[in-house]
């Protein structure tokens, strides 16, 4: 709905797909929900605990702009340790999607492009919006691989940014170590602005994740504890990079988010100390079930690394994705079409953040409605 008061940029979003897929939730009574892009484990009782600790003991004010000195600290030290690089900083934001807006508002200029690959997290095309900026699309379809002379030739004296996410939401697939390098290495060629978003590094099951970072001390990156430690609601994360990049970010965090909530800081302290790769090994063995699952029955599915997620494509005959998946809903199967995430409307993604025996009930609505 308009209104006179509206600002021209808010007509660029439309959240009424998915909203869609939420509302026809809401109504069922059991559904089989593989929507959900958070973790279904408890947050370990360490972290809780010292969130609480961290109340009672009236941590509860302003935390400094740049985060608390002992997350900061630790994360520099854990981040001199992998890439030693001189001249990298850190900031903690209020989640990955807070070190996001910043690092737009930060880079994009009106008019300015901004290369991202589809299919995409649904809120980069949206954030380059708000910064007046240009997102300019990269098909990656079928595999959702990278293929370097794509980029390349996207390149134009406008681009300003590649904004590059592995492993992937909504796909699941983790990028090789040459697509992380020559990512790397066309960025500084062409003196632009890489951002890997790392938010899925703890769930990468076939190797440890290969990072632009790693090859070109420029690249900035985003991480957050929302998914590694089942904190989604304590919106909390970190960027890191050059830093005369990660000082003006630091300045906008002053005037737009202020800090990262302070007691939820001493909780990540101890957050880094707790090892999740049980959980990341439990997810790898359910991706290997719904892979498998869905591939017995004809399904196409992508090789997938990493995340929690499949996109697998709708079968033919079924029509788009928006039509599948109202076909998934009739049956109480709640899934994501893909015209979410893309330009195409001929994929949908599952998460796979959810119990065997829901896994296993989704599974069956699939193989009857293919
Ligand atoms: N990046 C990607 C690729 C994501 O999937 C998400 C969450 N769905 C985010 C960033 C944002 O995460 P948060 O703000 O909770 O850290």
Known sequence: MSHPWLAARTAQFDSSGIRKVFDLAAKMKNPINLSIGQPDFPVPDAIKNAACDAIHADRNGYSQTQGIPDLRERLQADLQKEYGHDDRRVLVTSGTSGALVLAMMALVDP??????????????????AMVGGKTVLIDTYPDFRIDLEKVEAAITPRTKLILFNSPSNPTGVVADEAAARGLAQLAAKHNIALLSDEIYRLFCYDAPLPSPAHHNPNVIVVDGFSKAYGVTGWRLGWVHGPAAIIDKMTMLQQYTFVCAPHPLQWAAVAALDVDMSPQAAEYAKRRDMVVAGLRDVGYEVADTGGA???????????????????????????????????????????????????????????RKIR
């Open 308 to 366: 929690f997620y499949v996109f697998p494509k709708v079968p033919a005959g079924k029509g788009t994705a928006q039509e599948f998946v109202a076909r998934a809903i009739e049956n109480e199967l709640l899934i994501i079409p893909g015209g979410i995430f893309s330009g195409r409307d001929t994929h949908f993604r599952i998460s796979y953040a959810a119990s065997e025996a829901t896994l296993e009930r989704g599974l069956e609505v699939l």
């Open 111 to 128: 008019g300015d492009e901004v290369i991202v690959f589809d299919p995409y997290f649904v809120m980069y095309p949206a954030l380059v």
